[in-house]
């Protein structure tokens, strides 16, 4: 049983992750997101479906099955709980989970386009290949969370995957790192939109993505 002070402390690092997403101006004008943080194996805490303005009192506690065990989930919240649900299954050192629909992310996630890893920064921020496409499913539905897992499966490196048609799901082991990765994805999306208008986005040399590999487990070593 996770102590009431740490779902208080980490109700408050999802307030403030909330604030931060806002200030580097990655959302989109509706400030829809859906931000979560796991307790211990079996819970972790989930925010409404709309986080402009969030307050810890509007954070629920939701089992990794999807049950909610305290708290109140807005609809939103509840729609979406297991998408949320099945990444931390999928991923036991998984410490967070983003979800929002950043604009420039989301369009490639519109056209059905893998975002890929064209950006020093999306490889500093720990994703080191393209961002995969999950299909299109009612959100939080069936195949929706089919979908997100059997992505998770195939590419069981990556630290995001696009909602075809829908948004961003970023993430990683704690709400400000991932948050960071989320900022990251976006400015990187940015980026490879803007360079369209001068012939499109040129892919790292052969073997650099493996040099940045090795670099970073050198420096982190
Ligand atoms: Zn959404």
Do not use: K
């Not at 990794?64 to 036991?92: K, T």
């Amino acid at each position: 049983m996770t102590e009431p002070s740490t779902i208080a402390q980490q109700a408050e690092l999802l307030v403030r992750t909330a604030e931060h997403l806002f200030e580097a101006g990655v959302m989109s004008h509706s400030g829809h997101a859906n931000l979560s943080a796991r307790l211990d194996d079996e819970s972790f805490l989930l925010t409404p479906g709309f986080v402009r303005g969030l307050s810890t009192d509007q954070v629920a506690v939701v089992g990794v099955d999807g049950v909610v065990r305290g708290g109140r989930l807005q609809s939103a919240g509840a729609e979406i709980v297991n998408m949320h649900g099945v990444v931390y299954r999928a991923r036991p050192h998984v410490g967070a989970v983003l979800h929002t629909h950043s604009p420039a992310a989301t369009a490639f996630a519109l056209a059905h386009r893998p975002l890929p890893c064209r950006t020093e920064l999306m490889l500093r921020f720990g994703q080191a290949e393209d961002v995969p496409v999950v299909p299109w499913g009612p959100r939080g539905s069936d195949v929706s969370v089919r979908g997100v897992a059997e992505v998770l499966a195939t590419s069981p490196t990556t630290s995001a995957v696009l909602l075809a048609n829908h948004g961003l799901l970023v993430f990683g082991p704690d709400p400000r790192s991932t948050a960071d990765l989320l900022i990251a994805l976006e400015e990187s999306a940015e980026a490879e939109l803007a360079a369209r208008a001068l012939g499109g986005a040129v892919d790292f040399p052969a073997g650099a993505l493996d040099a940045v590999r090795a670099s970073m487990a050198r420096a982190a070593s």
